[in-house]
């Protein structure tokens, strides 16, 4: 029976100190996000910025809510914020 070749070990994306940005240029505009922040704080759907930036579910999860909301101001935010998530800005 041969010997198994030794399997070679690749390192995790995180291993060398780099992170994947959240956004393609690891670029938001702080006063959009507090636009939206505050614009779903009114309408009763807290968000934490820092989160928006950093946490990409957490993102997702309340630019989905946005959409959902009836005001149409958020629904607008939450889909321009989804295009610059995606790239398409």
């Given at each position: 029976?041969?010997?198994?070749?030794?399997?070679?070990?690749?390192?995790?994306w995180?291993?060398?100190?780099?992170?994947?940005?959240?956004?393609?240029?690891?670029?938001?505009?702080?006063?959009l996000?507090?636009?939206?922040?505050?614009?779903?704080?009114?309408?009763?759907?807290?968000?934490?910025?820092?989160?928006?930036?950093?946490?990409?579910?957490?993102?997702?999860?309340?630019?989905?809510?946005?959409?959902?909301?009836?005001?149409?101001?958020?629904?607008?935010l939450?889909?321009?914020?989804?295009?610059?998530?995606?790239?398409?800005?």
């Open positions: 029976m041969p010997a198994a070749e030794p399997q070679s070990q690749q390192l995790p995180w291993a060398d100190g780099v992170l994947p940005a959240l956004v393609p240029g690891a670029c938001l505009s702080r006063r996000l507090d636009g939206f922040a505050q614009a779903m704080g009114e309408a009763g759907l807290p968000v934490q910025v820092p989160r928006m930036r950093y946490d990409r579910q957490y993102a997702f999860e309340r630019m989905a809510a946005a959409h959902c909301a009836s005001d149409v101001r958020l629904r607008v939450a889909l321009h914020l989804f295009e610059l998530y995606q790239g398409r800005h």
